[in-house]
């Protein structure tokens, strides 16, 4: 009578393992891909197993208060490759992404969930009968996603078939 909860709370524990180790795994698989694009990463490290979640610092290599034109291309690189790790097998929940100056002061810090249902009015134009966007719906979308952080954005051109999603 006792060894069924016990066996149950066995193959629990072993589950919970195998979970955490995939999860070590693919973090580990996430940095590699960042620092090969050129991205400079301080650290990753996990805020919760369930739901996962997880905080990407960068390293810019500004000495200032303003982060420059890369420091925005590598949040952006990270943000893309987070999602991409949500969408290809790693359960991710949450992103915060830090960029720190070379001083350790934080320059930036944003918290963005990585599941489709939080976020409606970025995936409402996705529906069963219109599986892609044309080009002027993906600037719309861009515009509406990304933080420009009060720049005005006079032109947006997309482009398509350039071997991307």
């Known amino acids: 009578m006792i060894i069924f909860p016990l066996l149950i709370i066995l193959i629990l524990s072993i589950f919970f393992v195998l979970e955490v180790r995939a ?22 490290s996990v805020n919760s197993r369930i739901p996962f979640q997880i905080t990407v610092t960068l390293q810019s290599t500004t000495t200032g208060d303003h982060g420059t034109e890369q420091d925005a291309w590598n949040e952006l690189m990270t943000e893309r490759e987070s999602a991409l790790a949500h969408k290809f097998g790693l359960q991710l929940d949450r992103l915060t992404l830090i960029l720190v100056n070379q001083e350790g002061n934080t320059l930036t810090s944003m918290t963005r969930s990585m599941n489709p249902r939080d976020n409606p009015l970025a995936y409402r134009q996705f529906s069963p009968n219109n599986k892609r966007l044309d080009d002027q719906a993906t600037a719309n979308l861009i ?5 420009f952080e009060g720049i005005t954005v006079d032109q947006l051109n997309v482009t398509t078939g350039v071997g991307s999603e």
Not at 25 to 30: A, K
Request: charged share 20%.
């Open 143 to 147: 515009r509406l996603l990304l933080n």
């Open 23 to 44: 999860q070590e795994d693919l973090i580990t698989e996430l940095e590699t891909i960042l620092l090969q694009s050129g991205v400079q990463v301080q650290s990753i």
